[in-house]
């Protein structure tokens, strides 16, 4: 089991801290340093302000050297696919090969008002969210000298010459996450490398599995071709009072991160990740909320990491 730090820097976070975290990820052993793509807070005041996703993967993949990094999940509705793929590409040569990229449809209608950006429905945006895969895997998979062009509903492209190339080939990973019913598991079956159902519980993990393996069996991939992953806010503590004090400082309930993340001492989250095993999960995002707390990490890899990894 891989167990990958994931952040949440739209409620308040600086560069600064962001890469202190990840060198700490680095350093402790975690396979991989994640940002949400956001750019608007939702349970604080946001202070200092919001960091773009992409710019800060840029900056960590030249201060790290060994964790993948990448983005879980960069909505459709932020970016265009030609300049997406430029961008990461470019990152995962600066990185020396450990990009990855999440994207999905984005649902935060608040950030698209607040950052005037268009936040077409549901349907229109699943409709963005499946040209654009089929834009960026397109231009990073097509040979090089070999041209690509692409007339969608959404985006056409013409005679590209389909550069940079990513580092790696035949691309970077791609991440789709979600439980959705039909489309979720038919785009991830095509175009994902990786599929990914955040804060959700074993069960209803277990449903959104089983749908993305059967896609992938009407679609004649072999499902065990899927990486398949998790999401879960994470709260541990060595002993009670510890798991109550984090609990308190991330503005939540113990007993309700038990229930329905990853909370309390080494143990019980073992205990949960493994029941996450037994679904066929072979990574956890673990999502820490106070990005100052780096004994909280260090208690993770001590305790937690040397029993599932």
């Known amino acids: 089991m891989q167990l990958r730090i994931f952040t949440e820097p739209q409620e308040g976070a600086t560069y600064d801290q962001l890469r202190r975290v990840a060198m700490a990820t680095e350093d402790l052993g975690f396979d991989a340093f994640f940002r949400s793509d956001h750019y608007l807070a939702m349970d604080t005041d946001g202070l200092p302000g919001p ?8 900056g960590l993949a030249r201060e790290t050297t060994r964790i993948r990094l990448g983005t879980l999940v960069s909505p459709v509705t932020f970016r265009l696919p030609g300049p997406l793929a430029i961008s990461v590409a470019q990152v995962d040569a600066m990185s020396g090969g450990r990009v990855e990229l999440g994207i999905g449809a984005g649902w935060y209608e608040a950030e698209h008002t607040a950052y005037g950006m268009p936040f077409p429905p549901i349907g229109d945006r699943f409709d963005l969210l499946e040209e654009q895969l089929a ?8 040979a090089p000298g070999e041209r690509f062009s692409f007339a969608g509903v959404r985006y056409t492209l013409a005679d590209s010459p389909a550069l940079p190339k990513p580092l790696q080939r035949p691309r970077p990973p791609v991440i789709l996450g979600g439980k959705g019913r039909t489309r979720t598991p038919r785009l991830a079956a095509r175009y994902a490398d990786e599929h990914n159902v955040g804060f959700s519980s074993v069960d209803r993990t277990g449903e959104a599995f089983e749908r ?3 896609a992938c069996a009407e679609a004649g991939r072999d499902e065990h071709s899927m990486v398949y992953s998790v999401a879960q806010t994470v709260c541990c503590g060595a002993d009670e009072s510890e798991v109550l004090r984090r609990a308190r400082a991330i503005g939540r309930d113990a007993d309700d991160l038990r229930r329905t993340g990853l909370g309390g001492t080494p143990d019980e989250i073992v205990d949960r990740i493994g029941q996450f095993s037994e679904l066929g999960a072979s990574r956890v995002y673990l999502q820490v909320l106070d990005l100052d707390d780096l004994d909280h990490l260090a208690l993770l890899s001590d305790r937690v990491l040397g029993q599932v990894g």
């Open 51 to 58: 960091t773009d996703a992409w710019v800060t993967i840029a």
């Open 135 to 142: 834009v960026i895997t397109g231009l990073w998979q097509s």
């Open 212 to 214: 993305v393996r059967a």
